[in-house]
């Protein structure tokens, strides 16, 4: 037999739920604190702004995300829409050349940062938006966003992200996963530790690029490295939770891991080259947000390490014990077997039940916030579904994107 891994179980089990509970809390005070300002402040005025929409190969799309550009609840006279086409094979520079109220661009395909940063070049605004091409906004998506620089150290505001397409069972994933970063995205934003701006509709001020530069051509996470580039010189970024915007979601496993894979290897390497935020130097952001977040994915690579390991070993432990015992006799064991009611009464159970009621807690308000209509039914099958799966799929992509920095595999 092979000697199991009880040993060091329990300890992992303790410290994870500490580690839970002590963040769980931390976050829902700082929601209670912070219960009246879950608004988007109202703007003091009209600031004219650039947004401006990468695109490569985006046929399908660009005619959807143009319109919701074009039909946002803010003068038009102080919007501009440049369409950076990014050397399309398809259709799709065409296309948008016949879009009135915007202009359009094109370039030689050199990715989509680099197609920003020519936007930035000829942009006229004071904010300068940035909305991906499978994406589009709501009608006050704006208006709920440009309240928040009225504050001169407000140097971006990312938008409220929802998922566009929710049918199949990976796409209801996302959407449940979206639903719970969004929330926990603006209580970041609450204490000054937000620290990304998604492609999906941020709106930086036009200040902010030409003090600190545009996006990084090189970086596979443009969007995590300007926004680290941002805190640096100590601004802050903030999340309009109520600014509706929506976007195309992989629905195919294979495209969600490649999505995740660079998202990890976008923060693995910036979190290093960033790696003097980790200080009080930068408030909340450094002693709590940044630590949180990497004690979050180290806690998913033990614990489902562990499990993993310890399913191996008592899976050739029990084949072991039916070779030696007969499998009958093993299987009229695992008939007769007793549930051991000890763990109901340990004290890992009580903190398992605290945990689970935090969950619950952070899922009603992660519904109420981002104005999910979910009926709540189906809402709490979705959600058990999620917590079932969540941990092994999250692990999964840590070891997918372990194996593609190995390989050195990591372009774009």
């Known amino acids: 037999m092979i000697?199991?891994?009880?040993?060091?179980?329990?300890p992992i089990m303790y410290a994870i739920s500490y580690f839970l509970l002590?963040?769980?809390?931390?976050?829902?005070?700082?929601?209670?604190?912070?219960?009246?300002?879950?608004e988007s402040?109202?703007?003091?005025?009209?600031?004219?702004i650039t947004v401006i929409v990468p695109m490569y190969n985006g046929a399908k799309h660009i005619k959807e995300c143009v319109d919701s550009l074009l039909n946002m609840d803010y003068p038009k006279e102080k919007v501009e829409i440049l369409v950076i086409d990014d050397g399309s094979t398809d259709n799709s520079?065409?296309?948008?050349?016949k879009i009135k109220g915007i202009k359009a661009y094109r370039k030689n395909h050199a990715g989509k940062s680099a197609a920003v940063n020519y936007g930035i070049k000829k942009a006229k605004g004071e904010l300068i938006g940035i909305l991906d091409v499978d994406s589009s906004v709501s009608q006050n998506a704006l208006i709920k966003m440009v309240g928040f620089f009225k504050d001169?150290?407000?140097?971006?505001?990312?938008?409220g992200l929802r998922a566009k397409n929710n049918d199949r069972f990976i796409e209801k994933f996302q959407e449940l996963e979206y639903m719970f970063s969004l929330f926990f995205k603006k209580m970041f934003s609450m204490i000054d530790g937000l620290y990304v701006t998604p492609g999906v509709f941020s709106v930086f001020r036009a200040s902010v690029f030409r003090e600190i530069g545009v996006f990084d051509t090189s970086e596979m996470s443009e969007d995590l490295e300007i926004a680290f580039r941002i805190i640096s010189k100590k601004y802050v970024i903030k999340c309009a939770i109520d600014a509706k915007t929506y976007t195309v979601v992989?629905?195919?496993?294979?495209?969600?891991?490649?999505q995740r894979v660079r998202w990890n290897c976008g923060l693995a390497r910036n979190l290093s080259r960033y790696r003097h935020l980790l200080s009080t130097n930068y408030g909340e952001l450094g002693y709590f947000v940044l630590p949180f977040t990497i004690i979050g994915h180290l806690t998913i690579m033990v614990f489902f390490s562990y499990v993993l390991a310890n399913f191996t070993i008592t899976l050739i432990n029990n084949l072991i014990l039916m070779s030696i015992i007969g499998v009958e006799t093993y299987l009229r064991g695992m008939l007769t077997f007793n549930m051991a009611w000890g763990?109901?009464?340990?004290?890992?159970?009580?903190?398992?039940?605290?945990?689970?009621?935090?969950?619950?807690?952070?899922?009603y308000y992660s519904k109420k916030y981002t104005g999910s209509k979910k009926k709540w039914g189906i809402l709490a099958i979705h959600y058990t579904l999620y917590i079932m799966v969540a941990g092994f799929v999250y692990f999964y992509f840590w070891i997918a994107t372990f194996?593609?920095?190995?390989r050195k595999d990591v372009r774009w």
């Open 250 to 258: 992989p629905d195919k496993f294979k495209d969600l891991t490649r």
């Open 3 to 10: 000697a199991d891994l009880s040993s060091i179980g329990l």
């Open 152 to 159: 001169k150290k407000v140097a971006a505001v990312h938008s």
């Open 22 to 38: 002590f963040n769980g809390i931390y976050l829902l005070f700082v929601r209670l604190e912070n219960q009246n300002n879950m």
């Open 41 to 48: 402040p109202k703007p003091d005025k009209k600031y004219s």
């Open 93 to 97: 520079y065409e296309i948008a050349k």
């Open 343 to 363: 763990f109901l009464q340990s004290k890992i159970f009580f903190y398992t039940l605290l945990t689970t009621a935090l969950g619950i807690i952070f899922l």
């Open 403 to 406: 194996y593609r920095i190995f």
